[in-house]
């Protein structure tokens, strides 16, 4: 941390457990506990039970978090491999023609997700390209909107790149295609699984857009955590939810292990 003092650090610190806690823990913990349970004992649900879990690992729910990966690992490599070219044209425009292609992938998080989801919607209901009614428009969905947050990442990684490398390259005869795929690329890699991840992440939690497009037989599992509390089942939805955080978590740390190794290469 950049305090020095030592009761500056205990400040700090007290802070950071005054703000975390109530804002982030414990809600967290309050999900898990409901997920374990059967009914609430005034303000703390109680009745200790696994019955929850057997339901969120199986059937329509085990369907959900198939649907939700798949859609999450699509929309991913779509919104980094348009991101990434966004980003490397970015980087060869001058500082307008930059500022207008960033204005461009910011767009779709700079208003609400549900009206990209409506837009989406419009755009493809309708021949030559009808895609409602089918999974293709909520991945199409899902990319668009975290291609913008894989465009920034890639985007700074650019900025902070070392052109020495580069010029080497060119000067020893390279091409410019040998010297993206074979140099620039690889200096970019931790940054582009970093990016991955961050889409990855934001796809299997987004909701507010799947709503308005999911056809039956393509429902992600934040619609079927949103259907399961709608209808009252508050404790088997915290199990879904649970699955789902876990889910995240664990394709997160395998996404910074891989990252981590191409730092080191």
């Given at each position: 941390m950049l305090?020095?003092?030592?009761?500056?650090?205990?400040?700090?610190?007290?802070?950071?457990?005054?703000?975390?806690?109530?804002?982030?823990?414990?809600?967290?913990?309050?999900?898990?506990?409901a997920s374990f349970a059967t009914r609430w004992s005034g303000a703390f649900p109680s009745g200790p039970t696994t019955a929850n879990y057997a339901s969120a690992v199986q059937g329509e729910s085990l369907q959900a978090l198939t649907t939700s990966l798949v859609t999450a690992l699509a929309a991913s490599l779509l919104a980094l491999t348009a991101g990434t070219w966004a980003a490397l044209a970015a980087a060869a425009l001058g500082r307008r023609g930059k500022r207008v292609l960033d204005a461009l992938?910011?767009?779709?998080?700079?208003v609400p997700s549900v009206v990209v989801?409506?837009?989406?919607?419009?755009?493809?209901?309708?021949?030559?390209?009808?895609?409602?009614?089918?999974?293709?428009?909520?991945?199409?969905?899902?990319?668009?909107?975290?291609?913008?947050?894989?465009?920034?990442?890639?985007?700074a990684a650019i900025v902070r790149l070392d052109p020495a490398y580069e010029q080497a390259a060119a000067s020893l005869g390279a091409r410019p295609a040998y010297v993206l795929w074979r140099v620039r690329i690889p200096l970019l890699l931790p940054?582009?699984?970093?990016a991955a991840g961050l889409c990855f992440a934001l796809s299997m939690g987004e909701l507010s857009a799947t709503m308005m497009l999911y056809p039956p037989d393509w429902m992600p599992l934040p619609v079927r955590i949103f259907?399961?509390?709608?209808?009252?089942?508050?404790?088997?939805?915290?199990?879904v939810a649970v699955v789902l955080m876990a889910t995240t978590l664990l394709v997160l740390l395998a996404v910074s292990r891989v990252r981590t190794r191409a730092s080191y290469r």
């Open positions: 305090v020095h003092s030592k009761g500056g650090r205990w400040a700090a610190w007290s802070l950071f457990g005054i703000l975390f806690v109530p804002l982030f823990a414990l809600p967290l913990l309050v999900v898990v506990a992938f910011m767009l779709p998080v700079a989801g409506l837009a989406v919607l419009v755009a493809f209901s309708r021949p030559p390209l009808l895609l409602n009614g089918t999974s293709t428009i909520v991945v199409l969905a899902h990319a668009i909107l975290v291609t913008a947050f894989a465009h920034q990442s890639v985007s940054s582009l699984t970093a259907t399961a509390t709608d209808r009252g089942s508050l404790f088997s939805g915290s199990a």
